[in-house]
């Protein structure tokens, strides 16, 4: 069973989002928000395992949730569905740690594939959104799921010991994650990492590791 929060500011929508995923025996709605902070403070409560966000916001907003709920919870799986199909906006949700974009001008069918993918932990980029491009357009999306959690706590400034009792794993399996990570980014230590996150809009300028 997969367990859906959404998230969306529209009660038709969330309303019709309910209805597309009641069809299928393999989902459960545990909870949904109209708003980013309802949103934080109602996720953990409800276990979920995927949060499905569709509303549309500014791109600091969504930015902004996307690292508060995964800050709260890096096990959480978080699939977008958005009508912002082009510009920054789904590299950087998708760099900040978001799983899944789809575009809200495609049928039920697909948010439902999405939803199974990203809850499985793996990527899932709407066709007509150009996935390929998107994931090529920046160095994090080399990484693994598990790698860009940690790579985001790193960014965060936590410490190994931090990440491996977030993620529920030994701090050896953190120190090789975290290695492989900067491998594939090509940088050396959490400074470097720093500089490429800015690069590419992951972090805000003048964040310190």
């Avoid at 953990?44 to 995927?50: E, F, G, M, R």
């Avoid at 912002?84 to 949700?93: C, F, H, I, S, Y």
């Avoid at 199974?116 to 990527?123: C, D, N, Q, S």
């Amino acid at each position: 069973m997969i367990r859906v929060f959404i998230v969306d500011d529209q009660p038709l929508v969330r309303l019709g989002l309910r209805w597309i995923l009641g069809a299928h025996s393999d989902f459960e709605v545990v909870g949904e928000a109209g708003d980013p902070h309802e949103a934080i403070a109602r996720v953990a409560q409800s276990q979920a395992d995927v949060a499905l966000c569709g509303f549309n916001l500014p791109d600091g907003d969504s930015l902004g949730l996307v690292r508060r709920l995964l800050h709260r919870d890096p096990a959480l799986r978080i699939l977008v569905v958005s009508a912002v199909g082009d510009g920054p906006l789904p590299r950087r949700l998708l760099a900040a740690g978001a799983l899944g974009y789809v575009s809200k001008s495609r049928d039920g069918a697909v948010v439902v594939r999405a939803l199974r993918e990203v809850a499985a932990g793996r990527r899932f980029i709407d066709d007509s959104l150009g996935g390929r491009l998107l994931f090529e357009s920046s160095p994090f999306d080399r990484l693994s799921p598990r790698e860009l959690e940690v790579a985001r706590m790193l960014l965060e400034g936590r410490r190994n010991r931090e990440i491996a009792a977030a993620l529920r794993v030994t701090e050896s399996t953190v120190r090789t994650l975290r290695s492989r990570a900067l491998s594939k980014l090509d940088v050396r230590g959490e400074g470097a990492l720093v500089r490429l996150a800015m690069d590419h809009g992951l972090v805000g300028r003048g964040t310190k590791c």
